[in-house]
């Protein structure tokens, strides 16, 4: 049976159900959003959810106070325990990290951030858990928040389908081809032809361009969190990132806490991972409280996880065009934190849709268009820094 839309959107992460949405709200034609798995059953599904404008770039800023405001919104009337605004904490030790972060603060406030260096005795009272004489550098920003990914993934489908896009779940999806103006992508027993196809599969892209004909430069990597409970339960605190140890600890339902650390740096294959935490990562964690979080010495782990996020060779999102493709596009490459940045990239990308925005001002430094060479292998680099680059010291 063959059907046809304007959009077809490849993946029901955050990425390509805010893409979904923002698209919709644009009048733009048909709209069928196609996913193998469930909605967030990808990386959105298994992410911490924490927001920060913390970041090294500002068109990243930018758009993470844009999802930050379209998360509050879509929240607010239904899903109110999805939302938290409970600040951001950065601390280190290192010496050598210290002028990095005094950059930063300099830097964030230049871009309108609301940030302050904390000294030890404010970080007591902001995360009464840890430990903090020892501290040389630290940063707070009051405005951060945590959100749960799927409510918000899954607000943006009910919002989405309200206005007329179409979802298919459960069903595999082939790479497809373009013929004779179109693309012709099977999903299951269904031949759906489309004008134009937006790659959003998360770590799956880099296989997904693959079969379409079309590679990018991406590197799929494993990354873990847990879910614990500590003796004595607080309701909330700032999240909290040692840059040291490379562990962030946010607040949970019930008094509970979930923490993580950051990439590993080796490539994973999204359908073959090992999706339960392993031993060495909670031996991590817990090297991490014994020494800067005293209070969560004893914390019980509830559940450990992994995911797999993508990352790019410079540390930008890929969104736009794929040079030399016709009528493809893609938003991925998160570098693991695309929960805080695809509310405002999709937003970005569906105006570019819309031919109601150039493409390389409007995607800024996560324009796909920037790709003008080949790129070889390269290794998952850490994402979520405090510096530029392709080799972030922080
Ligand atoms: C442990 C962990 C903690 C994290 N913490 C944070 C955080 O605190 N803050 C933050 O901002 N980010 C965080 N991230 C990163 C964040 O989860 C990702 O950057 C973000 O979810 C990416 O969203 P996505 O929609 O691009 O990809 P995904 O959520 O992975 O979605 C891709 C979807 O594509 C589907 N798909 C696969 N193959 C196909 C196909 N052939 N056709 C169509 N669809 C297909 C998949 O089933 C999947 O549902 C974390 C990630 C992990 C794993």
Same mark, same amino acid.
């Given at each position: 049976m063959g059907e046809s839309a304007d959009f077809l959107v490849l993946g029901a992460g955050i990425a390509g159900t805010a893409l979904a949405y923002h698209l919709s709200a644009r009048s733009v034609g048909a709209i069928v959003v196609v996913e193998p @798995? $469930?909605?967030?059953? /990808? #990386?959105t599904g298994r992410a911490a959810g924490v927001i920060t404008e913390q970041l090294w770039d500002r068109w990243d800023v930018d758009v993470t106070r844009e999802s930050h405001r379209q998360y509050v919104e879509l929240c607010a009337s239904t899903q109110p325990e999805a939302y938290r605004q409970n600040g951001f904490v950065r601390v280190t030790r290192n010496p050598e990290a210290v002028p990095v972060v005094e950059a930063a603060v300099e830097r964030l406030r230049a871009w309108g951030v609301r940030v302050s260096f904390a000294t030890p005795t404010e970080l007591a009272n902001l995360v009464p858990d840890g430990s903090f004489g020892d501290i040389l550098g630290a940063m707070y920003g009051p405005d951060d928040a945590c959100v749960t990914p799927s409510t918000i993934a899954g607000c943006y489908v009910e919002a989405a389908r309200r206005r007329g896009v179409r979802f298919e779940f459960g069903t595999p999806v082939e790479p497809g081809r373009y013929r004779d103006g179109r693309w012709e992508v099977r999903v299951g027993a269904l031949e759906l032809r489309a004008r134009t196809v937006i790659v959003a599969?998360?770590? &799956?892209s880099k296989s997904l361009l693959n079969g379409l004909g079309h590679p990018l430069p991406l590197t799929p990597y494993r990354t873990q969190a847990a879910l614990l409970r500590p003796e004595v339960l607080r309701p909330t605190f700032p999240t909290i990132h040692d840059i040291d140890t490379d562990v962030y600890v946010r607040p949970e339902e019930n008094g509970r806490i979930l923490a993580g650390d950051g990439t590993e740096k080796v490539e994973a294959d999204p359908e073959r991972f090992a999706s339960q935490g392993d031993q060495e990562f909670l031996a991590h964690l817990a090297g991490a409280f014994e020494s800067r979080f005293p209070g969560w010495r004893g914390a019980e782990p509830v559940s450990a996880w992994a995911g797999v996020c993508s990352s790019t060779h410079d540390r930008h999102p890929f969104i736009g065009a794929v040079r030399g493709a016709e009528e493809l596009h893609v938003i991925t490459g998160f570098n693991g934190f695309g929960v805080m940045r695809a509310g405002g990239a999709a937003a970005r990308l569906a105006k570019v849709l819309a031919d109601d925005g150039d493409a390389a001002a409007t995607l800024g430094? #996560? &324009?796909? /268009? @920037?790709? $003008?060479e080949t790129v070889g292998a390269f290794p998952p680099r850490p994402g979520f820094t405090l510096e530029g680059g392709d080799q972030p010291r922080f």
């Open positions: @798995r $469930t909605p967030a059953a /990808g #990386a599969a998360g770590a &799956w430094s #996560a &324009w796909s /268009g @920037r790709l $003008t």
